[in-house]
């Protein structure tokens, strides 16, 4: 079968051919339909010698949806042509966190070398993929795959960001998203979905800020170094209620910072690599830091629901998989709008 992988450090991906793999006992096997291709690849392969650690080759593509093709031994509950979303952060299953679905969080998936697929595993950018377990498939019904694929991650993080929020999105209040791209798009929708909170977008370019304002942005600002004083003028002086930062870049991390007003909230969605000192004197009283991290297993449940209700929608742009390494290249220049999905 055709895989996109990534051989050797600091070559980028490759489309190859590998033998299709077979499932073992407890495993399910996926004929791909759609998979999604993320910033946090890039990361990953970007990562110098000496701090990667995801294995290789590492066949990319941790937003997965496909057709059940075969099952291993013992395997039940789960239907053969039935199509399913991957809900991608993989636990052990047994410990607090993963028995409320919330293996995103799970203390022991490290030590136990439980990695999701296309960050440690064998992920879902090619013909055929592995999953390790029935609980990791969600239905997707009359979903369609190719549109929803990227909801498995781009829409699951800026929801799991968002809900925890929710709390500082009272009416009247307003919200900063920084960075219109794969996942701040979905997160504009999230928000007006589930608030009533005004809404301002902020990027480096004006077709991503078109895009935001067609998913319901109510004011938008290409960023620079005045953003925060320019939202600050837009909020009274008060500043805003919360900030989703979807960079998380030094400099958006600073915006961030400058822009929350007192007693308001940050999320730090992006992996851009900058960090922000909190506490007295470096962030206004009260202000609330968190870097969520992927989402639960029914809170993928919820976003698939927001979708079949027509409350949200990814813009994707299609390659086959022989056009990943192009696929990849876009995504890297940022000249991708909305999200990149591979149809095998």
């Not at 999604?36 to 690849?41: A, F, N, R, T, W």
């Not at 077709?207 to 109510?218: F, Q, T």
């Not at 938008?220 to 805003?240: F, H, K, N, Q």
Request: aromatic share 6%; proline share 6%.
């Amino acid at each position: 079968m055709k895989a996109v992988q990534y051989r050797e450090v600091g070559k980028g991906p490759e489309v190859v051919e590998v033998d299709a793999p077979e499932p073992g006992p407890g495993q399910i096997r996926l004929k791909v339909t759609a998979a999604g291709l993320c910033h946090s690849d890039w990361f990953v392969m970007d990562l110098p010698a000496e701090q990667y650690s995801y294995g290789l080759p590492l066949t990319l593509g941790h937003e997965g949806v496909g057709v059940v093709d075969k099952l291993g031994a013992g395997v039940e509950g789960i239907e053969v042509g039935g199509s399913y979303a991957v809900y991608g952060p993989w636990g052990c299953g047994l410990c607090h966190a993963c028995a409320t679905g919330r293996e995103n969080y799970c203390p022991n998936a490290a030590e136990l070398g439980i990695a999701p697929p296309g960050l440690g595993a064998p992920g879902a950018m090619a013909e055929y993929m592995i999953v390790d377990d029935k609980r990791h498939l969600i239905p997707l019904g009359d979903l369609d795959p190719v549109q929803t694929v990227s909801l498995t991650d781009a829409g699951l993080t800026p929801y799991h960001a968002v809900k925890n929020a929710l709390p500082k999105l009272r009416p009247g209040s307003t919200v900063l998203v920084i960075g219109v791209g794969g996942l701040g798009h979905v997160g504009i929708q999230i928000i007006r979905a589930l608030s009533q909170a005004r809404v301002i977008a902020a990027d480096l370019g004006e077709d991503k800020l078109a895009l935001a304002r067609e998913v319901g942005a109510h004011e938008t600002l290409i960023s620079g170094a005045d953003t925060a004083d320019r939202v600050r003028e837009m909020t009274g002086g008060r500043g805003v209620d919360a900030v989703f930062d979807f960079v998380g870049a030094g400099p958006t991390l600073e915006t961030a910072r400058a822009a929350v007003a007192v007693d308001g909230h940050i999320e730090i969605v992006g992996i851009g690599g900058g960090t922000l000192t909190a506490g007295f004197f470096a962030t206004p009283f009260g202000a609330t830091v968190r870097a969520p991290y992927w989402g639960s297993r029914s809170e993928l449940m919820e976003v698939l629901d927001l979708a079949r209700a027509g409350a949200i929608s990814v813009h994707v742009e299609t390659f086959g998989i022989d056009d990943a390494v192009t696929a990849y290249g876009k995504l890297h220049d940022g000249t991708v709008r909305g999200r990149a999905v591979i149809v095998p």
